[in-house]
Nanobody, 127 residues
Framework: QVQLVESGGGLVQAGGSLRLSCVVA????????MAWFRQSPGKEREFVAG????????GYTDSVKGRFTIFKDNAKNTMYLQMNSLKPEDTAVYYC????????????????????WGQGTQVTVSS
């Protein structure tokens, strides 16, 4: 497991942008499959975006395709989620996750695939 520290959440108007960051503490290089999940009140946690360990493959849930971009900066031990054209339905607590066990080159999309989680950061989009 690794320690993950998220930041970048906040309040934004519909149509605005935010960039979330997830720092992998105490490690050099982040060659793990990683992902962003989110959870709204009364709903189950859902997959938002994922990136393979190499960084060359990404995947997104349909509702954010074309608006969100996930990417990693290995030199900074940081994963990002760039969120554009935000909608009120994007309001949730966003969690980053990492899979440190043996992995393939795939994008993982199920929360049980990951063994390390951040504390969450709140994103609120007003209409």
């Amino acid at each position: 497991q690794v320690q993950l520290v998220e930041s970048g959440g906040g309040l934004v108007q519909a149509g605005g942008s935010l960039r979330l960051s997830c720092v992998v503490a105490g490690r050099t290089g982040i060659r793990y499959p990683m992902a962003w999940f989110r959870q709204s009140p009364g709903k189950e946690r859902e997959f938002v975006a994922g990136v393979a360990w190499s960084g060359s493959r990404t995947g997104y849930t349909d509702s954010v395709k074309g608006r969100f971009t996930i990417f990693k900066d290995n030199a900074k031990n940081t994963m990002y989620l760039q969120m554009n054209s935000l909608k009120p339905e994007d309001t949730a607590v966003y969690y980053c996750a990492a899979r440190t066990v043996v992995s393939t080159g795939s994008v993982y999309t199920t929360d049980s695939d990951f063994d390390s989680w951040g504390q969450g950061t709140q994103v609120t989009v007003s209409s």
